[in-house]
């Protein structure tokens, strides 16, 4: 169970005891990967938490980029979240149904937009359900509220940035694609991808740091997992995975370690991978 901190990570006994606070914005950040023949709205219209709102990665993201979901500009993210109701006094707790999944990218989305007061759901739909709380198919009461936002450009990476992170060693680059993928022994679920990992990168699979039931595991088992990868946490950080989903698990992680200087690279291998001018590494770390 998550030592709930509103902050970054709140256990389901948590957001029940506050979920008829005035000032509470519970959103649904359900995302499948290609190929997965679900529905997140279909299935957010026949369930969700009560009050929730469902927050659409595809949608509130940069449509000038060719890459998947790239972070929006600050004026549609504003623009989103007032028509969602959602402003400054807000505390955000966001979920996903698989457990621990796309929630942490809306987490670190609003990081990078200045916002602080939101949390992900430790578990997420998946362990409310299996506790038998309550769940609904109405859509929520809207009320317009001013979103103050502020973009923090240094939590965001691009394809320079990281080239450069990766020659010169000065920032710990951290992978949270599986280990097949992360070698180059699996195809990507992506077309036209070259197969491998960037060089002087880590692997640190997004799963290995969520318990069986998807929640987080605990601050000292965290820290064990990073020290096993060979992750040089006394050096800033940036993590990458496919399309910069997961390897938000890995910022969570880092911050319920207390490591707060941590970065995403936004086109992560979507972009890498296509990408004619930087280097491709395979095999092992």
């Known amino acids: 169970m998550a030592n709930d901190d509103p902050k970054t990570l709140v256990s389901t006994d948590w957001l029940a005891a506050h979920l008829g606070d005035p000032d509470l914005r519970v959103l649904d ?4 990967l290609p190929g997965v023949e679900r529905d997140a709205r279909a299935e957010y219209d026949q369930a969700h938490i009560p009050g929730a709102r469902l927050f659409d990665i595809d949608d509130i993201s ?6 998947p979901h790239m972070a929006p500009p600050v004026e549609k993210f504003m623009s989103r979240m007032r028509q969602m109701g959602v402003g400054d006094g807000h505390q955000v707790v966001v979920y996903d149904t698989h457990g621990l999944f796309s929630a942490a990218r809306v987490w670190w989305l609003f990081r990078l937009m200045g916002q602080t007061d939101v949390a992900v759901l430790d578990g997420g739909l998946h362990k409310w359900l299996a ?4 769940t609904e198919d109405l ?3 809207i009320r317009d509220r001013h979103m103050t936002v502020r973009r923090e450009a240094h939590r965001v990476k691009d ?7 990766s020659k010169l060693g000065d920032y710990t680059i951290l992978d949270a694609r599986a280990p097949g993928r992360f070698r180059g022994d699996e195809p990507e679920p992506r077309k036209g ?3 491998g990992h960037i060089p002087n990168s880590r692997n640190v699979p997004y799963s290995t740091l969520l318990n069986d039931d998807a929640t987080m595991k605990s601050p000292d088992e965290l820290r064990a997992i990073f020290d096993a990868a060979g992750a040089d946490l006394t050096r800033p950080v940036i993590t990458s995975c496919g399309s910069g989903v997961t390897a938000a698990v890995i910022n969570l992680a880092l911050e319920r370690i207390g490591k707060t200087d941590h970065a995403l690279y936004d086109g992560s291998w ?3 991978g296509a990408f004619p001018t930087v280097s491709v590494a ?3 770390a």
Do not use: I, K
Not at 29 to 32: N, S
Not at 159 to 165: C, E, G, M, N, P
């Open 282 to 284: 395979t095999g092992e």
């Open 62 to 67: 940069d449509h000038r980029s060719d890459l």
């Open 193 to 195: 991808l070259r197969a």
């Open 131 to 134: 506790e038998g709380r309550p």
């Open 139 to 141: 859509p929520p009461m």
């Open 29 to 32: 950040a359900t995302y499948f």
């Open 270 to 272: 979507t972009e890498w």
């Open 159 to 165: 394809v320079t940035q990281v080239a450069a992170a």
